[in-house]
């Protein structure tokens, strides 16, 4: 199989061990993680691995950087450095998209022409808002008095990245926390560290001062874990499952730091008789296996409609079978890419049997494809009822289950029964009904007649077990902020 070959950039960072990045330096650790291409099993670089220690010095280095440059710099200025960081990374959506497709698989074309151009767009959204943060005049009631909010940045900011976009979902809260003056520590999964790391050479490159991000590869259990709890911490952001928010949560009392939380899902998506089923079935087909089912918003629970089941799940097996899987620097442009890692897969393949053996009909997939590397056929069961393990857990992988409803109401409350609510979506030509059903679903985001649709000015967000608060739009300004209300006492004048 015809290969890309290594940018010049990538080849000389793969073979450096890469260090922490801490005060605009790189430091060394005694623990290194392996990283793993998940294409061909090999490793393919070293990464240093952060413990209780290193947390320490990046939160004291991020503590430090509030005092600096940066704690005065105007929001104009921040807003320049911001834009310039989304230029650099456009400029270098080459170098992003081959560490992405190196350490989480995905098709190069797909990890440079929508993470890393949309993780630009994300800066330059932010950018903009930098200088545009305001407190309000606030008319009290008591005379004599004036009252004023000013906007403030919360301080030093943990962000907690998942694997399954390395540079979007870190540029997806770095944008606004640093838009709104924060200063950073950033812990990347540990399977896909590469280009965060690379990013952090690059704010430094292009000017922002030493301290202000700061990356601490590692693992969940040791630099995540310091991380949550460290009191120099004023707020975690965190991107990842619920059981890990849970976590993330009970470590944080300590100093009852804030917590942001945008973790896992299950979403239904729902397809009416009156839909335009063209459409409905393509639709429905990637709102699962685009990413390879690796997305917090996958639409995982199909419901079709009784009277529409076999034409709609007929579209969908040959749209499986058609798809193509395979390494993602492979120079053919695959449709989807490995599994992430063994354990992953193992989880996606038992999800299968599982479902299999509580009476779901495997119409497509199911297994491991025979060649290196974690690729899982994509998968599509047929005849799930809502109490199988694969209608209410996340698999976060390629396994569509499709399910069959016969009105309304019944899909409605079957589709809000599950304690995760971060997305759901609808195909119907009836306006009435897209508006009723938008209103009644529980889900932060509701697509109809679309799917995946994300936009860094719009607000997103789970609600229930799927997180809280509101990353992109001026809702993540508010995000990582926090409002002083300020009293003035005004003296009576001689003059009234
Ligand atoms: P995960 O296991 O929860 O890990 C997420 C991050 O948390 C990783 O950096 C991980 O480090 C770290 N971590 C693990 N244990 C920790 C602990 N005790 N304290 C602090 N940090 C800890 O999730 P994942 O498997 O990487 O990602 C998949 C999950 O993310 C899915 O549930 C998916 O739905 C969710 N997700 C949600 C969104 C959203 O916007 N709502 C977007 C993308 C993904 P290690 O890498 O070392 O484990």
């Not at 707020?235 to 973790?263: C, D, H, Q």
């Not at 479902?355 to 290196?372: F, I, K, N, T, Y």
């Amino acid at each position: 199989m015809s290969m890309i070959e290594f940018l010049p950039e990538v080849a000389d960072f793969l073979n450096a061990v890469q260090g922490l990045r801490i005060d605009g330096q790189r430091v060394a650790a005694p623990e290194t993680i392996a990283v793993i291409n998940p294409s061909t099993e090999a490793e393919i670089a070293r990464v240093a691995s952060a413990d209780a220690a290193h947390v320490d010095m990046a939160v004291a280095a991020a503590r430090q950087a509030l005092s600096g440059p940066w704690g005065t710099m105007s929001g104009h200025d921040r807003g320049v450095l911001l834009w310039r960081l989304a230029d650099a990374i456009e400029a270098r959506k080459d170098i992003f998209g081959q560490l992405d497709a190196l350490d989480n698989g995905k098709p190069f074309y797909k990890a440079r022409d929508v993470d890393a151009v949309y993780s630009a767009r994300h800066f330059r959204y932010f950018a903009g808002w930098a200088s545009k943060i305001e407190g309000r005049t606030i008319p009290v009631s008591e005379p004599g008095r004036f009252n004023y909010t000013s906007v403030e940045p919360v301080g030093v900011c943990g962000l907690i990245t998942p694997w399954n976009y390395p540079t979007l979902m870190v540029a997806w809260k770095l944008a606004p926390a640093l838009a709104a003056g924060n200063t950073i520590v950033l812990k990347p999964a540990e399977q896909t560290p590469l280009s965060a790391l690379y990013l952090a050479d690059l704010a430094l490159e292009i000017g922002f001062p030493p301290g202000v991000l700061n990356v601490v590869p590692g693992l969940g259990g040791t630099a995540g874990a310091a991380l949550a709890a460290h009191k120099g911490v004023d707020k975690i952001g965190f991107t990842g499952s619920t059981e890990t928010g849970r976590r993330i949560v009970a470590a944080s009392t300590g100093n009852l730091k804030k917590v942001s939380l945008e973790l896992g899902g299950k979403a239904a998506n729902i397809i009416f008789p009156d839909a335009d089923l063209a459409s409905a079935t393509d639709g429905a087909f990637w709102a699962l296996f685009g990413n390879n089912g690796q997305s917090c918003t996958a639409g995982a629970r199909l419901f079709v409609h009784a009277s529409i089941r076999e034409q709609v799940l007929a579209g969908l097996i040959q749209r499986a079978n058609a798809l193509s899987v395979g390494p993602g620097m492979a120079r053919a442009a695959h449709d989807l890419g490995p599994i992430i890692s063994q354990p992953q897969m193992d989880k996606v393949l038992s999800y299968v049997a599982q479902g299999e053996a509580e009476g779901a009909r495997r119409v497509a997939g199911g297994h491991r494809l025979d060649q290196p590397g974690y690729f899982v056929a994509p998968t599509i069961l047929d005849g799930v009822s809502d109490a199988m393990a694969v209608a209410r857990e996340e698999i976060f992988g390629p396994v569509l289950a499709v399910l069959s409803f016969e009105d309304e109401s019944e899909v409605l409350a079957r589709a809000n029964a599950t304690e995760f609510g971060l997305a759901a979506g609808l195909w119907t030509n009836d306006l009435s009904r897209a508006h009723r059903m938008a209103a009644r679903l529980q889900a932060g985001t509701i697509w109809i007649n679309t799917w995946g649709d994300t936009d860094a000015a719009s607000p997103f967000g789970g609600m229930k077990q799927s997180g809280y608060g509101r990353e992109m739009g001026q809702e993540a300004i508010a995000l990582y902020s926090q409002t002083k209300s300020v009293w003035l006492g005004i003296k009576e004048s001689d003059l009234i």
